[in-house]
């Protein structure tokens, strides 16, 4: 006969013995359907599957900023080359486009992309630079927002479902 070893609630093994068989320090009882890891209650002498914690909201927030973070600061592909997006390279990339606005940035100065490589840039190509990078940025802020409202609205309720979202939305690698 099939029987639950119990230790401390929970089922460590299931064996093969005679009714009655005893395991010092352990709680021997019919197993029925159950198996390592489910829970018994004496009270009720029945099995039951462990929860599952559930994630929280705030994890799932977390997990959204994080996302977008990456995707924000992983750097976006313009004219065949990537451009680096991390905080400090979108500072530096818009006071070059300020520079132009202002009539101080010397039309053909160098640009170092993410290769390490300096490129001189025309002023035009330098603000079409900038507004890659501009909305590379603000696709990966709006993608969280969706993904915030998906979580508010009660259709994203896990981890995995905040990672699909991400991926669907964010689309291949640029």
């Known amino acids: 006969m099939r029987h639950a070893v119990i230790k401390d609630g929970v089922v460590i093994n299931v064996i093969i013995a005679p009714k009655g068989h005893q395991i010092p320090g352990h709680i021997v009882v019919p197993a029925g359907d159950a198996g390592p890891g489910d829970i018994y209650d004496p ?3 029945a099995f039951y599957a462990p929860s599952v914690a559930a994630v929280t909201r705030d994890e799932l927030l977390r997990t959204a900023a994080d996302l977008r973070w990456r995707l924000e ?9 990537l451009v680096s997006t991390d905080r400090d390279s979108q500072a530096k990339i818009m006071a070059e486009r300020l520079a132009i606005l202002s009539g101080i940035r ?3 100065d160098g640009f170092k992309f993410a290769d390490g490589v300096f490129r001189t840039l025309s002023n035009d190509e330098m603000v079409a630079v900038s507004t890659a990078v501009r909305e ?3 696709r990966a802020f709006a993608i969280e927002q969706s993904v915030i409202a998906a ?3 009660g259709a994203i309720r896990s981890l995995q479902d905040v990672e ?3 991926a669907k939305e964010a689309g291949p690698a640029r």
């Not at 600061?73 to 080359?81: A, E, H, P, T």
């Open 43 to 45: 009270i009720t002498d």
């Open 151 to 153: 979580i508010e609205g």
């Open 136 to 138: 590379h940025v603000r």
């Open 106 to 108: 010397v039309d053909g």
């Open 73 to 81: 600061v992983g750097g976006v592909n313009w004219d065949g080359l």
């Open 164 to 166: 699909k979202a991400f």
